[in-house]
């Protein structure tokens, strides 16, 4: 691995990705959830839907753009040309390597995605294809891993494919309800709301955690070879500590969450315990940024039984 401008792009993009996908399948649920009580113009819970609602639509532009950014650098990484080159080069990496293969997938996931957003329908043809859109991303963003060094079509890819999607449910809800909706229900009218969205990004999130946390155990013990020595030896497994490390300070916050914070507020419905609550999720969502950009930087550095033969 050699750490230069085009490295550095790679990762930028890639953390992009992480953060623009995550924070539009978040809105996109939280959305869903508050649709029922946020549709009437004087509702409570009406500038937390709008706001789910627009995070939607421009977190699935950014991941486009995201994912355009990122395939300029790759083509300028596997030709070792400048950026300005590798325009020239992109359509013969589209054709003729997995890589362009995995981020058509992808690619034409996020376009649909987007699509959806911008949609003004919210029957059960949308959800479907949403949740379609959010699969082929999931899919292709696995296959640009290092899953895929053991064939297209294999477990280890199966068992990626579902930790991008248990870990892009779990973090979109963070992100999204912490940096951008729950906020928009301080108000005292809207404390039921609050309270009702609490619990299901509670529950929705401790679901998504054991399998993030099965599929990761999975994909550690590959990426290390089997021997959790070479995690003290590689690069790989420098950056995966510092994921775990923040991964384990996003748990530790949505524990304080769930077992104190929410049930204190559900007693009380208390505006200094919604305060507790919401800034909790909010260093949470903070925390949750830094594992997406740790997962990119994870992603473009060789895995330890590779990087030490």
Same mark, same amino acid.
Request: aromatic share 8%; charged share 10%.
């Given at each position: 691995?050699?750490?230069?401008?085009?490295?550095?792009?790679?990762?930028?993009?890639?953390?992009?990705?992480?953060? %623009?996908?995550?924070?539009?399948?978040?809105?996109?649920?939280?959305?869903?959830?508050? #649709?029922?009580?946020?549709?009437?113009?004087?509702?409570?819970?009406?500038?937390?839907?709008?706001? %789910?609602?627009?995070?939607?639509?421009?977190? /699935?532009?950014?991941?486009?753009? $995201?994912?355009?950014?990122?395939?300029?650098?790759?083509?300028?990484?596997? /030709?070792?040309?400048?950026?300005?080159? $590798?325009?020239?080069?992109?359509?013969? #990496?589209?054709?003729?390597?997995?890589?362009?293969?995995?981020?058509?997938?992808?690619?034409?996931?996020?376009?649909?995605?987007?699509?959806?957003?911008?949609?003004?329908?919210?029957?059960?043809?949308?959800?479907?294809?949403?949740?379609?859109?959010?699969?082929?991303? %999931?899919?292709?963003?696995?296959?640009? !891993?290092? %899953? $895929?060094?053991?064939?297209?079509?294999?477990?280890?890819?199966?068992?990626?494919?579902?930790?991008?999607?248990?870990?892009?449910?779990?973090?979109?809800?963070?992100?999204?309800? !912490?940096?951008?909706?729950?906020?928009?229900?301080?108000? /005292?009218?809207?404390?039921?709301?609050?309270?009702?969205?609490?619990?299901?990004?509670?529950? #929705?999130?401790?679901?998504?955690?054991?399998?993030?946390?099965?599929?990761?155990?999975?994909?550690?013990?590959?990426?290390?070879?089997?021997?959790?020595?070479?995690?003290?030896?590689?690069?790989?497994?420098?950056?995966?500590?510092?994921?775990?490390?923040?991964?384990?300070?996003?748990?530790?916050?949505?524990?304080?969450?769930?077992?104190?914070?929410?049930?204190?507020?559900?007693?009380?419905?208390?505006?200094?315990?919604?305060?507790?609550?919401?800034?909790?999720?909010?260093?949470?969502?903070?925390?949750?940024?830094?594992?997406?950009?740790?997962?990119?930087?994870?992603?473009?550095?060789?895995?330890?039984?590779?990087?030490?033969?």
């Amino acid at each position: 691995m050699i750490v230069d401008g085009l490295w550095i792009g790679q990762v930028a993009m890639a953390a992009l990705m992480n953060v %623009a996908f995550a924070f539009a399948v978040g809105s996109a649920l939280l959305g869903a959830w508050l #649709v029922k009580d946020g549709q009437g113009k004087a509702a409570p819970a009406r500038l937390a839907w709008l706001r %789910a609602q627009r995070s939607f639509v421009t977190a /699935s532009i950014v991941l486009l753009l $995201a994912d355009l950014g990122w395939l300029l650098y790759e083509a300028a990484s596997m /030709s070792a040309v400048t950026l300005p080159h $590798a325009f020239g080069v992109i359509p013969t #990496v589209l054709a003729q390597t997995h890589v362009g293969y995995a981020w058509s997938v992808a690619f034409v996931g996020a376009l649909v995605l987007l699509l959806t957003a911008l949609s003004s329908s919210t029957g059960t043809w949308r959800n479907a294809f949403l949740w379609l859109a959010v699969i082929a991303i %999931a899919a292709g963003k696995a296959s640009l !891993g290092h %899953a $895929a060094d053991g064939g297209t079509i294999s477990e280890a890819i199966g068992v990626h494919v579902l930790h991008v999607l248990a870990a892009t449910v779990w973090s979109g809800l963070v992100i999204a309800s !912490g940096l951008a909706v729950l906020p928009a229900l301080g108000t /005292s009218t809207a404390r039921g709301m609050l309270i009702r969205t609490a619990l299901q990004i509670s529950n #929705v999130s401790l679901v998504a955690v054991g399998f993030v946390l099965l599929t990761g155990i999975f994909n550690a013990v590959r990426g290390a070879g089997g021997s959790f020595s070479t995690l003290e030896l590689s690069t790989w497994g420098h950056v995966l500590m510092l994921k775990l490390a923040l991964v384990a300070m996003v748990l530790a916050l949505g524990a304080m969450n769930r077992f104190s914070a929410l049930p204190r507020l559900r007693r009380t419905a208390s505006t200094m315990d919604a305060h507790t609550f919401t800034n909790l999720l909010y260093l949470e969502a903070l925390a949750m940024l830094g594992v997406l950009v740790a997962a990119a930087a994870l992603s473009h550095v060789a895995p330890a039984f590779a990087a030490l033969g």
